[in-house]
Nanobody, 120 residues
C-alpha cells in the first residue's frame, strides 16, 4: 500500500515563507511526476507546481517566481518552498504523485492535505 504524507503547513503572515514536504512510502517501484495542488474555500482544486522524475518543473502563473518545487528521489519526497505568501495562497495543499508499484504504468496517489493560512 502506498501513502503520501504531507507536512509543513500552518499559519504565516503575509510576505512570509513556508516549506511543505510530502513523503511517499509503501511498495514503491518508481515514481514519475510529483506535484502540489491546492484548494481554497469555495474553489476548485488547482495545480500549483509539478516536477518530473528528471527534474523538469512547471508552475501555475500565480506562483511563478515565488514558489519552488523540488524532490529528493532517494527519499521519495517532494518539497514546495513558498515565499512572499499572500492571502490568496490560503488553501489546503495536496501532494500528488504518479507511482509505479510494479513494472506497469503508474497510478495517481494523493495525500490528505495540509492547511496553509496566510493572515496577519
Amino acid at each position: 500500500q502506498v501513502q503520501l504524507v504531507e507536512s509543513g503547513g500552518g499559519l504565516v503572515q503575509p510576505g512570509g515563507s513556508l516549506r511543505l514536504s510530502c513523503a511517499a512510502s509503501g511498495s514503491i517501484f518508481g515514481i514519475n511526476a510529483m506535484g502540489w495542488y491546492r484548494q481554497a474555500p469555495g474553489k476548485q482544486r488547482e495545480l500549483v507546481a509539478v516536477i518530473t522524475s528528471g527534474g523538469s518543473t512547471n508552475y501555475a502563473d500565480s506562483v511563478k517566481g515565488r514558489f519552488t518545487i523540488s524532490r529528493d528521489n532517494a527519499k521519495n519526497t517532494v518539497y514546495l518552498q513558498m515565499n512572499s505568501l499572500n492571502s490568496e495562497d490560503t488553501a489546503v495543499y495536496y501532494c500528488n504523485a504518479d507511482i509505479r508499484v510494479g513494472l506497469g504504468d503508474g497510478m495517481d496517489y494523493w495525500g490528505k492535505g495540509t492547511l496553509v493560512t496566510v493572515s496577519s
